[in-house]
């Protein structure tokens, strides 16, 4: 075999802009490592730049601004770099001896009142109108696939952030805010996406696959009484979406439980909504894992990747965070946790999946050159 010479070595590019002006090259001069992290739901994405402040620029006349803005772009020398998020930053750390400055950014801004506590009441409305209302509220550009569930009333006696993130839960969606936009996006259409890549099992580092059936109930059942109508309202549903490979002593893909929840309800469709819900993000519980491979712009949160000779722990697999982590030397890694969607014995046809559907949501929809 060729040995690999060292102009055929990749070296992790990117572009870092503070209020819209370019300081990668300032950056790169002191540049101890780079971390970007997203997750799928539930927590803001972060960025975080360690610096080497031996002369102390970094802590006085270069020290950066609360709540002024960050635009990261990643990548690999001679490709397109891609866009990743814009953050505004949060906190400065330093530390010494030896000096070192880190700037902590966060995709979900300070520069909005997203944390203030609201009181207030939605009535005979649906899910989707409710997220369009707080998107509006706070000047934020609302990005997802939302189904239009019928909902009788909503109290609301916490932030914006807090109140969606409890209802994106519920009806198992996707929930975050990034930049000026508010994703609220179905997590049962991400899967569908159309892998990004194919990861060897024997390519990757750190890996970490767990299997179990023991809290993968065998039915899911959402009862409420509604007191309008004085009757029960009650949806049952039996779990046949497991996604595994089943014993071959006994075919259990599933615990012989079934699983109760007593939630308000008003209708049989906001049951059957809620009952779905809970069976998709316990069967996402079933095969789990986190591995680290080499750096790639497109594996974010949202999208899929293939994992290939895993042997019964193989399939398709959604990505739930990463973290990319750039350093001085030019190296780029990206530690992944990700749950299993489907395994290699279900097949996806092209027409239920979609290439690239995280990005095309998450993401800045834009790439650059550097």
């Known amino acids: 075999m060729d040995a690999i010479t060292p102009a055929q070595v990749p070296e992790a590019r990117f572009v870092l802009t503070y209020q819209q002006r370019n300081i990668t090259r300032n950056i790169s001069e002191h540049l101890i490592s780079l971390t970007y992290q997203d997750f799928l739901s539930g927590e803001a994405d972060n960025l975080d730049v360690e610096l080497e402040d031996s002369e102390g620029k970094w802590r006085d006349a270069w020290y950066p601004g609360h709540g002024d803005t960050l635009v990261l772009s990643i990548g690999w020398t001679g490709q397109p770099l891609r866009t990743v998020g814009r953050f505004e930053i949060d906190g400065i750390e330093l530390r010494c001896p030896p000096s070192t400055i880190t700037i902590r950014a966060l995709g979900t801004g300070i520069n909005t009142p997203l944390r203030t506590p609201e009181h207030k009441a939605y009535e005979n409305t649906t899910l989707d109108a409710v997220a369009k209302q ?40 996707a929930f975050k805010v990034t930049g000026n936009k508010m994703v609220f996006h179905a997590i049962s259409e991400l899967a569908r996406g159309a892998p990004v890549a194919t990861q060897v099992l024997g390519d990757l580092a750190n890996v970490n696959l767990r299997d179990q059936i023991r809290d993968i109930p065998k039915a899911v059942k959402v009862k409420h ?13 039996v779990n046949g979406e497991t996604v595994a490979v089943p014993s071959s002593a006994s075919k259990t893909t599933t615990s012989g439980d079934t699983k109760k929840k007593r939630k308000r309800t008003a209708s049989a469709e906001e049951a059957k909504a ?33 994992l290939a000779a895993a042997g019964k ?58």
């Open 134 to 173: 707080v998107a509006a509220r706070q000047g934020l550009v609302l990005v997802g696939s939302i189904e239009p569930i019928k909902l009788d009333r909503l109290t609301q006696q916490e932030s914006d952030l807090v109140f969606l993130r409890k209802l994106a839960e519920e009806y198992d969606y």
């Open 225 to 237: 009484k509604d007191p309008s109508q004085k009757k029960l309202v009650a949806y049952d549903i």
């Open 274 to 306: 809620k009952a779905k819900a809970e069976l998709a993000r316990t069967n996402r519980e079933r095969t789990k894992g986190s591995w680290t491979a080499m750096g790639r712009p497109n594996l974010v949160s949202g999208n899929i990747v293939t």
């Open 313 to 370: 722990l193989g399939g398709n697999y959604l990505i739930t965070s990463a973290r990319h982590e750039m350093t001085r030397a030019g190296g780029y890694i990206v530690d992944m946790e990700a749950c299993r969607i489907s395994a290699p014995s279900i097949s996806m046809t092209l027409e239920n999946t979609k290439p690239d559907l995280a990005l095309s949501t998450y993401g800045i929809e834009r790439e650059v050159v550097a």
